[in-house]
């Protein structure tokens, strides 16, 4: 039987108050009780972003780096901020390096009218230099808090059938790379 996948969803927002939880609660749900995926978090507001940043030595940098490393695929759940990504999800991302590396990355986005669209575009320019691999594939939702509500997200079906092809093709890419990087260190490509 194959392992399962060590999935960590990170969190793109730091914002008191942020809509993210809400976005990220329906990804939880959907994904729910897979055995093909073991999730694990990482949450911006609940670290010392001061603290972040390759080259730091402390201990928050070094715990999250490990994380990064004992992941095998990600899906950042991200807004757009400025027509761009958060400065709190950039400090998550600049604090590892080779931990990135031949590993597959999805988005789920939100926003005003555009989804957090270009703001998943820009993270694809800095995943390519961190030499993971980013997902054609995207759930984005523009204008968000008026499909969500008290029950959840209001006629889903567009939006899970797009996250199931998602986590189908992270799932495949996160198999793919996992062997490929146990038959050869990517470290070692080039060297
Ligand atoms: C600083 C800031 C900048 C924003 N810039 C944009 C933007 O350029 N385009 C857009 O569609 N929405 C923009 N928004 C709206 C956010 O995408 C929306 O408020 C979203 O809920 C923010 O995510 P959060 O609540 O999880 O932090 C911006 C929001 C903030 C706080």
Known sequence: MTEPTRLTII???AREGRYCDTVFRWVLAEIGSS???VVDVIDPASLDLGSLGRGNGGESVAALRQRIDEADAFLVVTPEYNHGYPAALKAV???A???????P???ISYGGISGGLRAVEQLRLVFAELHAVTLRDSVSFPIPWRRFGANGLADAHEERKALDMLLARLLWWSHTLRSARLAAPYAEVAA
């Open 11 to 13: 969190l793109g927002s």
């Open 35 to 37: 055995t093909d995926f």
């Open 93 to 95: 991302i600049d604090s």
């Open 97 to 103: 390096y080779i931990e990135w590396q031949a590993k």
């Open 105 to 107: 990355v999805a988005f």
